[in-house]
């Protein structure tokens, strides 16, 4: 049985529109681990990768730095971060050895998480794919070995387990849920902080997710 991955995000000046995403400034959250713990992701503009994982006061935490390779689009950029949550959420050491079997496991469910809650479809694939090769130096960017990636080969998975792809019946009502989270941090960032990095903001946009969570079982 798989672990449930629950990726969550409020974007500053984010637009959905036929799965591409627009994005002046992206705050990243609602990460779990394999035993359910919240998992912090803090944006560190001083961070010499797109993401990396670290162990603060034993715990993990996910860095992130959005100035890093800005060639690659938001919506790689979201992959690479369910990635990296995905390694934390099928159990795998936060600052462990990377196995490149253990890489593709993390890009697939990732990536099965993104589909299953509607921010890619199938024509995104290929556009996130192309973005996904490094060259050189690149690699230092990027959490994770030195890989091929193969996002068809991923959503293929995706599509033969339905229980992946498809909403059972709370999952409407929790994206709904999760959402009105979401329009409240955006409010609290530009009204309380006038940023994203704003604990006081975070904790209560994740106090309102593990309400959902508990409102709208999936």
Known sequence: MFKRLMVL???????????VL??????????????????????????????????????AVI???????????PMTRLFLYASECARLNLGMSPIGPRT???????DCWGLATLVRSGLVEEADITSIQADLTFL?????RVPGPVRSFDLPACYREVVDRPSLASPSPGQDNWNTCTRACGDTLFACQKNVCRGPAC?????????CVSLCESRFPR
Do not use: K
Not at 63 to 68: E, F, H
Not at 100 to 106: H, K, P, Y
């Open 199 to 207: 604990e006081p903001c975070v904790a209560r946009y994740e106090a």
């Open 136 to 140: 050189g130096e690149e690699w230092r």
């Open 9 to 19: 995000f409020a974007c500053l000046g984010l637009s959905l529109s036929g799965g």
């Open 63 to 73: 860095r992130y730095n959005p100035d890093v390779l800005p060639r690659i689009q």
């Open 100 to 106: 490149d079997a253990d890489a593709r496991r993390a």
């Open 22 to 59: 627009a994005q002046v400034q992206t705050t990243y959250g609602g990460c779990v681990d394999a035993a359910g713990s919240a998992v912090r992701s803090v944006l560190d503009p001083g961070l010499d990768a797109t993401f990396a994982t670290h162990l603060e006061d034993g715990r």
